[in-house]
């Protein structure tokens, strides 16, 4: 009877010493899974359109948290839903932000009437792609723009989009090593 007492402590012993396991790895799980659902996450540029400040293949960290107690500013790279793509998600510059009347005019981007010095873009123009060239944005509607004007599908193509359809926006790029480092979210230093 001893024997089988100090087994079945034995036994006991292991099976709680696996429970404990099992329980640690299920709250890391669920952890991880609240943290990339709703506070950060990270993504993978993929495409041209944001040459020469992201590059195809760049992997960088979104904040999601954020969205939810500000508004985005005007020169932040967001991540959004493609509007015209289900399942896809596009990397923007916020061009437009609410109360703004964007122009395009003589291949410049005007906001309110003044012209947006834009550093960041690898053309000399930005032209309009349909015959839309001017946008008045309402409550919780932005424009987004990719940098590389000649190969992005952007709100020249496909218009506003909502705050909503923003999942966050990036601050980090952590691939490739050599580029790693915070991403400027103020290009205009205002």
């Known amino acids: 009877m001893k024997e089988e007492n100090i087994q079945n402590k034995?036994?006991?012993l292991i099976l709680n010493?696996?429970?404990d396991w099992v329980k640690t790895i299920i709250i890391a799980l669920a952890i991880t899974f609240f943290?990339?659902?709703f506070i950060i996450d990270a993504t993978r540029v993929a495409g041209k359109s944001m040459l020469n400040t992201l590059h195809d293949g760049d992997i960088l960290m979104l904040n999601k948290i954020g969205k939810?107690?500000?508004?985005?500013?005007?020169?932040?790279?967001?991540?959004?839903h493609a509007p015209d793509y289900p399942?896809?998600?596009?990397v923007k510059r916020v061009i437009g932000t609410p109360g703004d009347l964007i122009e395009l005019k003589d291949g410049a981007v005007y906001v309110n009437g003044e012209k947006l010095e834009e550093k960041y873009v690898s053309v000399d123009e930005t032209l309009?792609?349909?015959d839309q060239t001017s946008w008045v944005l309402g409550d919780k509607e932005y424009l987004v723009?990719?940098?590389?004007?000649?190969?992005?599908n952007d709100s020249r193509d496909f218009g506003k989009i909502y705050k909503e359809e923003i999942v966050g926006h990036a601050f980090l790029r952590v691939y490739p090593f050599a580029d790693a480092?915070?991403?400027d979210n103020n290009p205009y230093a205002n």
């Open 10 to 12: 034995k036994w006991n």
């Open 17 to 19: 010493i696996i429970w």
């Open 35 to 37: 943290v990339k659902a």
């Open 68 to 80: 939810h107690f500000r508004d985005y500013k005007r020169g932040e790279i967001v991540i959004l």
């Open 87 to 90: 399942n896809r998600l596009y």
């Open 128 to 130: 309009a792609k349909t």
């Open 145 to 152: 723009f990719g940098d590389n004007r000649a190969n992005s």
């Open 181 to 183: 480092g915070l991403i």
